[in-house]
């Protein structure tokens, strides 16, 4: 089966015309999400999970992972942090 050489040559008018049509996407169905912050007295549902980001340093990152290595099983990094935040999270409220 013969190859067909490639076009080299654009139309800048159907160039144009193509950049400039943008496109259209369906909005969803469902509403978007109100992202203000609850107040302290509003409970949070526990069904939905934040994302969230962490800056850390690189220091305290490898003695985290240390700690994590060290520990017997397998253990992630995300779930050494949470319970670090839960053990926080207790001792706060004693």
């Given at each position: 089966m013969a190859l067909s050489k490639r076009k080299t040559e654009v139309d800048e008018k159907m160039l144009d015309a193509l950049i400039n049509k943008g496109?259209?996407?369906?909005?969803?169905?469902t509403p978007t999400p109100d992202l203000k912050v609850p107040a302290k007295?509003?409970?949070?549902?526990?069904?939905?999970?934040?994302f969230v980001q962490l800056r850390i340093d690189p220091q305290t990152l490898q003695e985290?992972?240390?700690?994590?290595?060290?520990?017997?099983?397998?253990?992630s990094r995300h779930t050494w942090i949470m319970e670090a935040i839960a053990e926080k999270l207790t001792r706060i409220q004693e």
């Open positions: 496109s259209v996407t369906e909005m969803p169905a007295e509003e409970l949070v549902d526990n069904s939905k999970l934040i985290i992972d240390r700690n994590v290595k060290s520990r017997p099983g397998k253990l």
